[in-house]
């Protein structure tokens, strides 16, 4: 399914019968009903210059990443931006009950993101690239897309010492754990992480696509997007392998040539494995939803 008036579709997260959608160079969140179809817009913040419904690259505030959480018992989406410039490093709290969205809260990540640029574990000599987050009642997880001079890295925030920090009431929190992984090349290309959503028992269901770019702002040639579980290795030291992982293929079997932005399960099927939706963004104003049936 394509969307033309949803540019650059970069994170969905499903609550309850809700879908919501971000794009990266939109100040919108979109509402989109179990069908689908966009029934609301949340204007998350207000730019400078929009031009045809997009903010310009140069300017955009990447938003990357959207999960939901829970504050003092109220339901949050908490979305984010990649941190790859200074335009790039805000937040976004927006309340949700049943469906409706409250006020929204916009959080200075700045001390955060500072923390994990000078971190070599995280960045090494490439620039801060965040591209998902997922959240469960222990953890929040953030993931660093691989660009040149850097690689693909997990890391992991205590809830008990993020929840303070996004209410404006204690320092940016130390990161628990820093785990890199190791992903499969797909026609000789690396693959960067692009998303994550978390399941039971701390599995993380990813998305990675891999594009050919020389870093962590500028577009290129994409060849195509994988999926795959992983779960945090406390006691690892060197970079893991996922559990599993599966190439994303169209119907005919043939690769799914796309960029996977983010994922985010549905249900399970009767005969096994997950039904889940992702987006993928087409770099030209464009979007796709696209209904995936996971049998790995």
Do not use: C
Request: net charge negative.
């Amino acid at each position: 399914m394509t969307f033309t008036d949803l540019p650059s579709a970069s994170g969905i997260e499903k609550v309850e019968n809700r879908y919501y959608v971000i794009g990266d160079d939109s100040p919108y969140l979109f509402t989109l009903n179990e069908n689908f179809k966009i029934i609301a817009r949340t204007k998350l913040l207000e730019p400078k210059e929009v031009t045809g419904g997009r903010i310009p690259k140069s300017v955009k505030p990447d938003l990357e990443a959207i999960t939901s959480l829970s504050i003092e018992g109220e339901n949050f989406l908490f979305i984010l931006g990649s941190g790859a410039t200074e335009y790039r490093n805000k937040g976004y709290l927006v309340p949700i009950d049943r469906g409706r969205l409250g006020k929204v809260l916009t959080v200075g990540l700045t001390p955060l993101y500072q923390g994990l640029q000078k971190n070599q574990q995280v960045t090494g000599t490439a620039s801060l690239n965040i591209e998902g987050v997922a959240a469960n009642e222990e953890f929040l997880y953030v993931l660093q897309r691989f660009s040149p001079g850097g690689q693909n890295v997990l890391v992991l925030y205590a809830m008990e010492e993020v929840i303070p920090f996004l209410m404006g009431l204690s320092p940016a929190p130390v990161p628990r754990h820093i785990q890199p992984w190791a992903l499969p090349d797909l026609e000789k290309i690396k693959t960067g992480f692009s998303g994550v959503t978390a399941y039971d028992n701390g599995q993380l269901l990813f998305t990675a696509s891999a594009e050919e770019t020389p870093n962590a702002i500028l577009d290129g040639q994409v060849y195509g997007s994988l999926i795959g579980w992983l779960s945090p290795n406390f006691s690892a030291t060197s970079a893991q392998k996922p559990q599993q992982v599966a190439i994303v293929t169209e119907q005919d079997g043939s690769v799914y040539k796309g960029k996977l932005e983010s994922i985010s399960l549905v249900e399970p099927l009767k005969d096994g494995g997950y039904q889940a939706v992702a987006v993928a963004d087409s770099d030209d104003g464009q979007s796709e939803l696209i209904v995936l049936k996971l049998t790995f």
